[in-house]
């Protein structure tokens, strides 16, 4: 349309000025951005405590056979037999273990079927791969992988065997699985960052 401007006169004579000239300072400060400060502030600070001060549980995992015994019933002539379930954990966590701990047990085959017993007896002294086949025998020594330094924990096996699927199976001499044992808490921190936990005498 003639007669009208394509500009405005104010955005006309701001371009006409020299461009050295300062501008005004462009001043952004919406309410949000101190209550944002504080709630980034508050998160972190309660991340960084919930790091410091939660603990974690630690578990000790490994190979683990089951064994039949034979056992002579005191009442009668009848030959009974005892399960129970040998497990080889790391050599390092002896210290840690004790009877009376709770064992889970995995049997290969059988996955998310957990069977838990109470330890009944701990090794005292720490084994190699070799010699803890020998303490199983011929027969059954050869059925597991052993790599390193292990600790042998006995516990005793139900008779009634073990539910798989809502169903009662039989333990057999020579099933193999994995054993795991609950240690002690640890705190989180300190799985963050091992370094500190001799810095801090843990």
Same mark, same amino acid.
């Given at each position: ?65 089951? *064994? ?31 009877? &009376? ?7 290969? &085959? ?43 924990? *006995? ?48």
């Amino acid at each position: 349309m003639r007669g009208e401007r394509l500009f405005r006169q104010e955005a006309l004579d701001e371009h006409a000025r020299p461009f050295d000239r300062e501008g005004k300072v462009l001043r952004i400060a919406p309410a949000w951005t101190s209550t944002a400060y504080w709630l980034v502030t508050a998160v972190a600070g309660a991340g960084l405590a919930f790091i410091a001060l939660a603990s974690v549980p630690r578990y000790a995992e490994g190979p683990a056979i089951v *064994r039949v015994e034979p056992l002579e019933e005191v009442a009668s002539t009848r030959k009974g037999a005892r399960l129970e379930v040998v497990a080889f954990l790391p050599g390092h966590h002896l210290p840690s273990l004790l009877p &009376g701990m709770t064992l889970r047990l995995e049997l290969d &085959g059988w996955p998310q079927t957990w069977q838990e017993v109470t330890v009944e007896t701990v090794g005292r002294s720490v084994l190699g791969p070799a010699e803890a086949r020998r303490l199983l025998g011929p027969a059954l020594g050869d059925s597991l992988t052993l790599s390193g330094p292990v600790v042998p924990l *006995r516990a005793g096996l139900p008779a009634e065997g073990f539910r798989a699927e809502r169903r009662t199976l039989d333990y057999h001499e020579g099933m193999v699985g994995r054993a795991e044992v609950r240690l002690e808490s640890e705190r989180l921190l300190f799985l963050l960052m091992p370094a500190l936990r001799g810095a801090l005498g843990n």
